[in-house]
C-alpha cells in the first residue's frame, strides 16, 4: 500500500474572509479599502511591457522607491507577495529557536498556522478585557514576539511608548512588528528600527494603498535583517515579485495627496461610525483601523452576520473563544456604512 498519506504534512489552514460572487452587495469582511487605487496606475500599466521576461528578482525600483518614501536606504526594505509573504519569510529567518516565540491570544490568525507550518513553538499571551494587549506578558523569556499595531480583529492601538517598552524586554530575540493598519491611526515604529537592530517594522499595500488584489508587502530593518530574508527568499524563489506589481506599486507612491485624501476619508467614516454604533447599543475597543470589531449589548452576532449576509451585506463573524460575539466591520463608504446602519436598526428592533 502507498504510504505517502503518512508522509504528508498536516496543518490546520488559515481561513480567510469569504470573496461572494454575487453583484450589487456591499462588502466589509476583508477589511480591503473601498476607494479604488491612485489613478496614476493607468498611466504606469502602460509601462508594464516586459512580461516575457522574468521580473528583477530584487524588484530593485520598488525597493527603492520604498526606501525612499520612508527615508531608509534600499539595504533596510524587503518586499514580498503581501505582508503575508513578508511575515511568513520572517517566521522562517528570525524564530529558530528552541523557546517559544510569543504573540496575543486574539490577534491576525496566521500567526499560529505559520507557528504550526514551520515547526516553531509558541505561547499566546491573553489580551485584558479592553482586548488590549498588556505588555508586561512579554517580559520573561521567549523565542521571538510579534504583534500587529493596531491589532487585528480588535482595532486596539498600542502608543509607542508600549511598544518601546515591549522592545527593551527583549533586545535578544526578534521583534516583529505587524503595521498593516497603522496608516489609519497612530505612529509608525518604523524609526525604532534604527535604535535597536533586533526590530521588523512589517506594512501593506492592501489596505490604506486600495491594492489587496496586486499583493504587495514590505518590511524595514536593519541591514543584517533584511540580508537575512533576502537570503532565505532566494532560497525558495528568487522571483516573488511579478512585473506589474513592481511597476504598479512604485507608481502609488508618487500620489501622496490622493493617498491622503482616501486615508482621510476612512478616517472621518471611521469616526463617526463609532458615534452611531454606540446609540444602537454596540461596544467596542476604540479603533484606530479601518474596522471596528463590536458586540451588541442584547443580540447575539451570529444572527446579526447572518441576517446582514442575507440583505447582502457582508461583516466577518469569528466562531471563536472569547470573540463569538462580535463581529468586525470594514470600514467602506460613508453610503455604504448609512446602508449597513439602517439595516441594523431595522434588524435589532425586531
Keep these: 500500500m502507498s504510504t505517502w498519506r503518512d ?15 454575487e453583484k450589487d452587495i456591499i462588502k466589509l469582511n476583508t477589511n480591503e479599502n473601498p476607494y479604488p487605487p491612485s489613478p496614476k496606475i493607468k498611466t504606469a500599466m502602460e509601462k508594464v511591457c516586459n512580461l516575457r521576461k522574468y521580473p528583477d528578482p530584487a524588484a530593485s ?16 526594505v524587503f518586499v514580498g507577495v503581501g505582508s503575508d509573504d513578508v511575515l511568513a519569510i520572517a517566521f522562517m529567518t528570525f524564530f529558530n529557536g528552541k523557546k517559544p516565540i510569543a504573540f496575543p491570544d486574539i ?15 509558541f505561547e499566546t499571551k491573553a489580551l485584558n478585557e479592553k482586548f488590549e494587549i498588556v505588555p508586561e506578558d512579554y517580559y520573561g523569556e521567549n ?3 510579534i504583534f500587529p499595531n493596531p491589532n487585528a480583529p480588535t482595532g486596539a492601538l498600542l502608543s509607542l511608548d508600549v511598544v518601546c517598552d515591549i522592545i527593551e524586554h527583549n533586545q535578544d530575540v526578534a521583534v516583529i512588528i505587524d503595521e498593516a493598519y497603522i496608516d489609519f491611526g497612530g505612529v509608525s515604529a518604523k524609526e525604532l528600527t534604527r535604535k535597536y537592530d533586533n526590530v521588523l517594522v512589517v506594512q501593506t499595500y492592501s489596505k490604506s494603498r486600495s491594492l489587496a ?15 537575512a530574508m ?28 490622493y493617498f491622503q485624501e482616501t486615508r482621510k476619508k476612512i478616517i472621518e467614516t471611521r469616526e463617526w461610525f463609532k458615534e452611531e454604533m454606540h446609540k444602537l447599543g454596540f461596544t467596542f475597543a476604540d479603533s484606530m483601523a479601518n474596522f471596528i470589531f463590536a458586540s451588541h449589548e442584547t443580540v447575539p452576532a451570529k444572527d446579526i452576520f447572518q441576517a446582514a449576509r442575507d440583505h447582502k451585506i457582508y461583516v466577518r463573524y ?11 466591520i470594514t470600514i467602506g463608504t460613508r453610503e455604504e456604512m448609512e446602508t449597513l446602519l439602517q439595516f441594523l436598526k431595522e434588524f435589532i428592533s425586531l
Excluded at 62 to 67: N, Q, R, S
Excluded at 70 to 75: A, N, V
Excluded at 107 to 121: C, D, K, M, R
Design 61 to 76: 525600483d520598488l525597493v527603492e522607491a520604498i526606501a525612499s518614501y520612508h527615508g531608509f536606504s534600499k539595504e533596510e
Design 107 to 121: 490577534t491576525y490568525s496566521f500567526y499560529p498556522v505559520w507557528a504550526e507550518l514551520f515547526g516553531i513553538p
Design 7 to 21: 508522509m504528508k504534512r498536516k496543518v490546520e489552514p488559515y481561513t480567510p474572509g469569504e470573496q461572494p460572487k
Design 230 to 257: 533576502n537570503d532565505v527568499k532566494y532560497s525558495y524563489n528568487s522571483y516573488t515579485m511579478n512585473e506589474p506589481s513592481i511597476v504598479l506599486g512604485k507608481a502609488v507612491l508618487e500620489d501622496e495627496e
Design 318 to 328: 469569528f466562531n471563536q473563544q472569547r470573540i463569538d460575539n462580535f463581529l468586525r
Design 143 to 145: 523565542g521571538g514576539v
Design 213 to 227: 488584489g496586486l499583493r504587495i508587502g514590505y518590511a524595514i530593518g536593519n541591514r543584517e535583517m533584511i540580508q
